[in-house]
């Protein structure tokens, strides 16, 4: 199924779905797909059709060209000195950001290249991360004047508070081993293994209840922020409710049965 295409401009944002995943691709590889408000509201528009598409059980984020995004388009921002404008596309953005973590469906960043600024944002927002052993993450505003400081909520929540700052104060690239080391990215591979690896991910997340996985994630992202006590409250009553729904039924009936489970419709 193909996203249609934007009237008389090749699209920001490419869409294929296939067995259950559905693949998000930015589409502006020779300027190494920019989050311009064009970009992103392109991909808000497929986060949004897909947020209610039963049928999509995982979505894999990736990019054409040689790399993976290198942030906001800073000759945009340039080209509107306004606050309005300026307050308008970072709040788009980030309300983007907040959908990867609000969708139904798991999010698998596919990253080559680089990832910088706002689309090193883009990978830690997301809730897997596979990279190319030869992909480089930075947060590199500091180097021409604006502090990274929205991309910094996603990576200080992937990455301790040390590093995050090395990244922000001296805007050098960090090496897809490192990445992983930090906790920003959950696999390094090869790039020629990068999509093996994600259908790894992909196929175990299609043979789950979908309805699980969706509370699942909606629960983990509520309780993470939350102060300790409060979070196991939260999470408490989330899993004495769960345990009553009809998927935990089955699945612990095909666990002691030893069958393989037939998830509730």
């Not at 709040?91 to 960043?109: E, F, K």
Request: aromatic share 6%; glycine share 10%; hydrophobic share 45%.
């Amino acid at each position: 199924m193909n996203a249609p295409r934007e009237t008389g401009l090749i699209p920001y944002v490419l869409s294929t779905t296939k067995n259950g995943v559905a693949t998000l691709t930015l589409n502006r590889g020779e300027r190494f797909n920019p989050l311009s408000r064009a970009m992103i509201s392109a991909l808000q528009g497929e986060v949004d059709r897909i947020a209610a598409d039963a049928s999509v059980r995982s979505i894999v984020l990736a990019a054409e060209g040689r790399g993976f995004c290198a942030g906001h388009d800073l000759k945009e921002l340039r080209a509107h000195p306004d606050l309005a404008w300026q307050q308008e596309l970072f709040g788009a953005c980030n309300a983007l950001m907040l959908s990867l973590t609000r969708l139904p469906q798991p999010v698998i960043a596919r990253v080559h290249g680089i990832a910088t600024a706002a689309g090193c944002q883009l990978v830690s927002m997301c809730d897997l991360a596979v990279a190319a052993d030869s992909a480089k993450f930075a947060l590199p505003g500091v180097n021409v004047g604006v502090f990274c400081t929205t991309p910094a909520v996603g990576v200080g929540r992937n990455v301790a508070r040390k590093r995050t700052m090395e990244l922000l104060l001296t805007g050098e690239p960090i090496d897809a081993a490192t990445a992983l080391a930090w906790g920003l990215v959950n696999r390094v591979v090869p790039g020629a293994e990068l999509d093996a690896t994600i259908e790894h991910f992909t196929a175990i997340i299609g043979e789950r209840s979908a309805r699980v996985i969706a509370n699942g994630k909606q629960a983990f992202y509520r309780q993470i922020d939350l102060g300790l006590g409060t979070a196991y409250d939260f999470a408490g009553e989330v899993m004495a409710c769960s345990t009553l729904e009809p998927d935990a039924k089955e699945g612990i009936d095909a666990f002691v049965e030893k069958r393989p489970p037939k998830w509730p419709g």
